[in-house]
């Protein structure tokens, strides 16, 4: 089973991450934050990665820190499930449509964290979350898990869509990635032996 559990605890935030990579996307995701929830549990359920998220941050200051840190959380959980990546099919992809909003995701799990995120969400709030902090959790997951990951708005003028969309886009691609290649089962997939 690739699974992990990742404890990290600040002077600003609490979080427990667990995930299971071989699941079937249950989510059990509490933040305090009520649209990133609804976010977690989009990328649970479309990648099939069964994930706990507890956390508790300074949201008395903003969302911030906790968003980031569930992603530096997450990100840590996935590297230390995959292990040493043998046999997983490394790249995905995906163009996910929902409503007026079209978003395209790549992604390499590479071990090279690298992120371009183009979402131009058109509006600072979701409700009472900033919008800029999608683009901080795809980061935060990007660079924690070794992830070359990238994601394009097509279409969109709903910022819900947009983001949700982004969610799912990611989840989607993620899932192809880490499916294992029943041609290469044995092996990492990489010229260079290690990933």
């Known amino acids: 089973m690739r699974t992990a559990t990742i404890t990290r605890k600040t002077a600003e935030t609490d979080i427990t991450v667990t995930l299971n990579l071989d699941g079937t996307g249950i989510y059990d995701n509490q933040t305090g934050v009520g649209f990133f929830d609804h976010m977690l549990d989009q990328l649970s359920r479309h990648a099939l990665i069964d994930m706990t998220v507890r956390a508790s941050g300074d949201l008395h200051i903003d ?90 708005k097509l279409h969109g003028f709903n910022a819900h869509h947009i983001a949700e969309a982004a969610f799912k886009a990611v989840a989607r691609a993620l899932r192809d990635a880490l499916e294992t290649d029943p041609r290469k089962s044995d092996a990492i997939p990489s010229t260079k032996g290690a990933l």
């Open 63 to 152: 969302d911030h820190h906790t968003v980031e840190d569930v992603g530096i959380a997450i990100g840590q959980a996935l590297t230390q499930a995959m292990g040493d990546k043998k046999g997983i099919v490394r790249y995905g992809s995906c163009h996910l449509a929902m409503d007026d909003a079209q978003v395209r995701c790549a992604l390499d799990l590479s071990a090279r964290p690298y992120l371009i995120c183009n979402l131009d969400l058109p509006f600072g709030k979701i409700g009472t979350f900033d919008t800029e902090l999608v683009r901080e959790f795809f980061q935060a997951i990007s660079t924690h898990g070794g992830i070359t990951l990238h994601i394009d």
